[in-house]
């Protein structure tokens, strides 16, 4: 089966990255929200993301109108996904707003798409349950920010079929990305892995070990990462980091993964990284400065 236009569902942070990369690709792209000014927020983003390349000379500006141009904003969700090859979610990880759009796309999306879900840890198969193809569903996990990291997670649900692996597959080479098929587990495999990792930075925190910006250092130098764990937690988000600590505590019954008071009382204060200008770090003057503990 080929793949030739796919709605993406959302255009936050996730949704208009992967709408970038698959127009970039020369996919035809819907990108749908439920609100004009999340749309104009998402193209702002793309086009600045665009201008980056164009800046460094890397791409020609008529390229990237080109790009941009194979994206069409939508607000009716019907009207979004009734002629998708693909639809790709990345709306937030409410698990009952998620249930109940998969409901709406299986009802308006022609029978042979395929339905993927961006989520960073909700259940596959879950969500595949509430439509009536299961069979044809599947997590497709992309890395923030997309246009920039080279991975996709391919998801496998309790249903879902080898074709659709192959599919999902074909087009996450064609966006450029490498892919990794996982067994439905929470977390998958890269954040079953960063979210112990970043709690246990916080709890050294929390505990006085180091001061931020050490920690960060530490992790940066004596591990190559290119993000100390603290500028990492504020660049995904406080909020999303707790959400996917408690969701790791309910689904394996194990406290081992639970989050840290210290990120608890920052989400609960509203301070959720670099998107509401505080978290680990003050974003409000010319460069981050790290916060004292
Ligand atoms: N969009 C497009 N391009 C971008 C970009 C963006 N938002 N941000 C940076 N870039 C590009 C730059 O233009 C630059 O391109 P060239 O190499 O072509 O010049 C390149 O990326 C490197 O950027 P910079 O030189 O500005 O900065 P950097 O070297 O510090 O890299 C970074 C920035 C790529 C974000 C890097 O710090 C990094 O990889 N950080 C770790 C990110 C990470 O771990 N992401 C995963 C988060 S977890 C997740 O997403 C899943 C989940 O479920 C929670």
């Not at 080929?2 to 255009?11: D, F, H, S, W």
Request: hydrophobic share 45%; charged share 25%; with cysteine.
């Amino acid at each position: 089966m080929e793949i030739k236009k796919i709605t993406v569902l959302g255009a936050g942070q996730m949704g208009n990255g992967i709408a970038h990369v698959c127009a970039q690709a020369g996919y035809e792209v819907k990108m749908r929200d439920i609100e004009q000014r999340f749309l104009d927020r998402g193209f702002e983003t793309i086009k600045k993301n665009l201008g980056r390349a164009v800046k460094k000379g890397k791409m020609s500006q008529e390229e990237a109108d080109t790009i941009v141009g194979r994206i069409t904003g939508v607000l009716d969700l019907k009207d979004a996904v009734k002629d998708a090859d693909l639809v790709i979610e990345a709306i937030p990880e409410v698990v009952k707003l998620k249930l109940d759009t998969w409901k709406e796309v299986d009802e308006a999306a022609p029978d042979h798409a395929i339905l993927a879900s961006n989520t960073s840890s909700i259940s596959i198969t879950q969500m595949a349950a509430v439509t009536k193809r299961p069979e044809q569903f599947i997590g497709m996990h992309f890395f923030n920010p997309v246009p920039v990291m080279g991975l996709v997670e391919i998801i496998k649900g309790a249903a879902t079929a080898d074709s659709t692996v192959d599919v999902i597959k074909t087009v996450s080479e064609k966006v450029g990305k490498k892919t990794v098929i996982v067994n439905e587990a929470p977390g998958f495999a890269v954040n079953r892995v960063l979210i112990p990792a970043i709690n246990e930075a916080i709890l050294a925190i929390q505990e006085g070990v180091a001061t931020v910006e050490d920690m960060d250092l530490a992790i940066k130098l004596g591990l190559n990462w290119p993000m100390g764990p603290l500028t990492l937690a504020d660049f995904v988000g406080l909020d999303t980091l707790l959400y996917i600590a408690d969701y790791f505590v309910d689904e394996f019954k194990d406290s081992k993964y639970r989050a840290p008071a210290l990120l608890r009382k920052m989400v609960r204060a509203g301070w959720l990284g670099r998107k509401t200008g505080k978290g680990f770090y003050d974003y409000s003057g010319e460069k981050p400065v790290p916060l004292r503990f």
